[in-house]
């Protein structure tokens, strides 16, 4: 799905993994995760063209595949040109990589965002079992508050943490090896969902 809109609206969209372009003609390149999609953004600057532009996205930074294509020529002579493209459908819980094939001006420099997606009514545990790290994604668009509980099979509390994000890293390291519920509450009581965590060393 391809886009024209202005910059300043792309940049308002939260979540963005944002890095100055490389490439000679463009004045800036970005992707970044909204909901279940990855937008990406480009400025070709001022007195720059290209003839047709490929996206193309990868798994593991070195085989890509074409995604899009936005045929004819873009840029301007007279002033910078804003562009978008919206990935429907990137590699879930893994990196995304996107490139650029901008015609006959060659490969921009690669951009990359981690796309998370979690269930909707629970979180993705990993590594589990854990040693020293353990990681959660979950869903929330809206920045509420969340509550992180670690508890063991007693019913004891050992770790809890506060978050607006929907990615934690916990540090478990010096928690002892065992079986442990660790639970993830939203502050306004409207989700919960408890899985087991077993650290291992």
Known sequence: M???LGLIGLLMIAGMTRALAQHPILDDFSVFQ????VYLSWV???GNTCNGIT???STDGAG????GYIAGICGS???AQPFSFIDTNPAKNQINYYRLELGLQGYTEVRSVEFIH?????????????SYMVQMLFRNPRSQEHVVELYNLSGALVLQHNTLDQQVELDISRVPAGVYLLRLTSTSGQHSSTRR???AR
């Open 55 to 57: 996206i193309e996205r």
């Open 197 to 199: 965590l077993v650290i």
């Open 2 to 4: 391809f886009i024209r």
């Open 34 to 37: 909204h909901h279940d999609q």
């Open 77 to 79: 002579p007279d002033f």
């Open 44 to 46: 070709i600057s001022r």
């Open 118 to 130: 979690a269930p909707d009514d629970g979180f993705i545990l990993r590594p589990n079992p854990a």
């Open 64 to 67: 890509f595949s074409e995604i």
